[in-house]
């Protein structure tokens, strides 16, 4: 069975420390994954996403993620976080079918 | 239009009752898709479009749940006989058909009282 796992449901941390949010999947197809975050009472926003090419997949406000199939892993970094960081972010993947599973969620906090 | 919409944002209704809540995708969008979202659940697929037809349902939690979709457009999700547990986030996205690139609506939030 496919699947996503966030292992952290609640990250804080300061503001301008780096941060990594991570992501394992489960398949055994080519997956496609993604990178979402979602701020309060707002729907989802892409954030980055890895197709194929460079395992170094670098999104929008900073954030970038590293594809590692040996590990079976997506984790999103950013070196130096904000307050307006602040949000939920979503790890999701599609494998044979164009139908994205996502994680549950982690909250990422930033504390000033 | 120039984003996914949804309609209404917030629905606050009597348990037992039916709701309908739209999804209005991108213009040229031909795959749709339902989700729930949960406090602290994450997104639970509900149901994809490719245009009119529904080729997975597969998510639908019971058959008080349906969805149909008109002119390869608007998608209505329908809740019939209203539940608690259904209290949630319905999120629409979109997308060209055969690519990754999916858009999201801004959810309605479903209260059953």
């Known amino acids: 069975a496919q699947s996503v796992t966030q292992l952290d449901s609640q990250v804080p941390v300061f503001e301008e420390a780096p941060v990594e949010l991570r992501c394992n999947y489960s398949?055994?197809?080519?997956?496609?994954l993604f990178w979402y975050v979602q701020y309060p009472n707002q729907g989802l926003q892409l954030l980055l996403k890895y197709l194929s090419g460079s395992t170094l997949v670098k999104g929008i406000n900073g954030f970038e993620a590293e594809f590692n199939k040996s590990q079976t892993s997506f984790h999103l970094r950013k070196p130096s976080v904000h307050i307006s960081d602040t949000a939920e972010y979503f790890c999701a993947f599609s494998g044979g079918s164009y139908i994205p599973t996502f994680g549950r969620g982690t909250s990422l906090i930033v504390h000033p | 239009g120039a984003g996914v919409s949804q309609s209404p944002s917030n629905k606050v209704t009597e348990k037992g009752k039916d709701v309908e809540l739209r999804c209005d995708p991108i213009?040229?969008?031909?795959?749709l898709y339902w989700y729930r979202q949960s406090l602290g659940q994450g997104l639970e697929f509900l149901i994809y479009?490719?245009?009119?037809?529904?080729?997975?349902k597969s998510g639908l939690p019971s058959d008080r749940f349906s969805a149909e979709r008109t002119g390869g457009s608007v998608s209505t999700l329908t809740i019939q006989r209203t539940q608690q547990e259904d209290s949630a986030v319905y999120l629409c996205a979109s997308s060209l058909q055969g690519t990754y690139g999916y858009t999201f609506g801004s959810g309605t939030r479903l209260t059953v009282v």
């Open positions: 398949s055994s197809v080519s997956v496609y």
């Open positions: 213009s040229g969008h031909t795959a």
């Open positions: 479009f490719q245009g009119n037809s529904a080729p997975d």
